[in-house]
């Protein structure tokens, strides 16, 4: 699944640590997540809506369209 | 928007003090850890060591003396964490219930290996030589303490270390129910010698720890 997770972060001049403190996993879990290795649950891709105030939509994107 | 309560809030000032304070518990980390090995390292050197021998009972309150002290000192430096990025509370919360179990384990594994030495089976404690009744029920109490401190760290992992975790101990048990009736089979008609537990637990663990690593890291 493709992200803007490192464009949004960027954006806040935040780290992948300072990201991950925000959102309660680990700098790997952030890594993970950006390079597409791992897809978050449900819970975190609300977390990180959340956090960057923007639907899970325009965060997230599984081309499927 | 940070508050108060916001981990970042305080975004670890390199004060002096703080830098003072690092210095210190270095210091003291570096020398009881290293008074604790060097208290080990005595034992092995005196001959005819006995545990119930004044030296021994000296060794017995010494070595956990120094591992609190110098063990203590480096859990208040990664604490402190003054060197590099923040670290969430989970990720913290996770790696000092490691840490503890480590702890537990160092003092059962020095004791394993005090009294399964000798000059002539330097790697007594990977053999199958006897122990005393008391050691072994130590050793246990010590294994199973620690694997339970294990399985509590694993609880409070986020989900990317959970997945690391999952497919960990899926390979650990492809391993054991893969090699181990195999083995015995071979063992039966003589192709092999009989099955041994720590040689099986030698190869699974080491693995699901790789995996663990190469899926949280890669």
């Known amino acids: ?65 | 928007m940070m508050t108060r309560s916001d981990p970042l809030h305080e975004d670890h000032p390199m004060s002096r003090k703080t830098v003072a304070l690092s210095v210190l518990l270095g210091l003291v980390a570096l020398i009881g850890l290293s008074w604790a090995v060097q208290v080990v390292g005595w034992a092995i050197v005196v001959d005819d060591f006995a545990w119930d021998s004044a030296a021994g009972r000296r060794l017995m309150i010494a070595f956990p003396v120094c591992l609190i002290i110098g063990g203590s000192a480096l859990w208040g430096l990664m604490r402190l964490k003054p060197w590099g990025d923040p670290m969430s509370p989970r990720t913290r919360k996770t790696y000092t219930r490691i840490a503890l179990a480590v702890l537990v384990l160092i003092p059962a594994t020095m004791v394993l290996f005090i009294s399964t030495f000798s000059r002539e089976n330097m790697y007594g404690i990977f053999s199958d030589s006897a122990l005393s009744p008391g050691i072994s029920i130590y050793a246990i109490v010590s294994w199973l303490v620690a694997v339970t401190i294990i399985g509590w760290a694993v609880l409070c992992t986020d989900e990317h270390e959970r997945r690391a975790n999952e497919l960990s101990f899926i390979t650990g048990g492809a391993i054991f129910i893969t090699v181990t009736p195999a083995w015995w089979l071979a063992a039966r008609a003589d192709l092999l010698p009989q099955p041994n537990a720590m040689v099986l637990w030698f190869a699974t663990v080491p693995t699901m720890a790789i995996v663990a690593l190469w899926y949280q890291f890669r």
């Not at chain 1, 972060?9 to 640590?17: G, K, Y």
């Open chain 1, 1 to 65: 699944m493709n992200n803007r997770l490192k464009v949004l972060r960027a954006e806040r001049n935040w780290s992948q640590a300072e990201l991950g403190v925000r959102l309660d996993v680990s700098r790997q879990a952030v890594n993970a997540i950006e390079t597409g290795k791992h897809d978050p649950s449900l819970s975190l891709a609300f977390r990180i809506a959340r956090l960057f105030n923007i639907p899970i939509e325009e965060i997230f994107n599984d081309d499927q369209e």
